[in-house]
């Protein structure tokens, strides 16, 4: 039997909470390396974005000349967008309207929740198996259009989209004490095997 490669898995290292995904990508089967210039792109196979604050990584984004290259890895290769990385994969945004990478065919609200309820824990369920989502200051998935396909939702909310190669998440599946959500995501990275074509 061919032993199959371990995914190298990037995780968008520019702020905020990118060792728990390094950990969690571990536990899932793949290598994670943190990503902070456009080079770093060449050498992985799917890339996670992971929850900080929207506003501050597009400016950072944009002072690392890496919004662009962003787009265009993505137009080849997974990219698994957490909370602020989802916002940041939709194709559009509200509360304020603000630029994104559009990846994803969604309209996304930030801070939906409102400012009372900060953070919250819900014990949703994936793949028969329970899910304890950690929800931070998270936005609302308002629409998830085109053939994106709900894999979870809260409250009739999609919370975990999936759409081609792509997938976006309200919570932090890093905080979710378990691997499934970045092994379903490693899976996907394996199975687009597009590693020479980028
Ligand atoms: N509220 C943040 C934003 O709008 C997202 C919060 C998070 O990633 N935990 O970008």
Redesign the pocket.
Known sequence: MIKKARPIIGILALQ?DFEAHKRAVEGAGGDPVEVRTKSDLDHIDGLII??????T?LKMLAEEDLFEPLRQFGRVKPVFG????A?LLAKEVLNPPQNSLQLMDLVVE??AYGRQIDSRIAHLEFGGEPLEAVF????VIRKAGGDSHVLVSYNGDPVLVEQGRHMASTF?PELAGGAAIHRFFVEKVSSSGKRKIA
């Open positions: 905020g992971p929850g900080g604050e929207s506003t990584m957490t909370c602020a990385g916002i930030r801070n931070i200051r998270a936005p932090h």
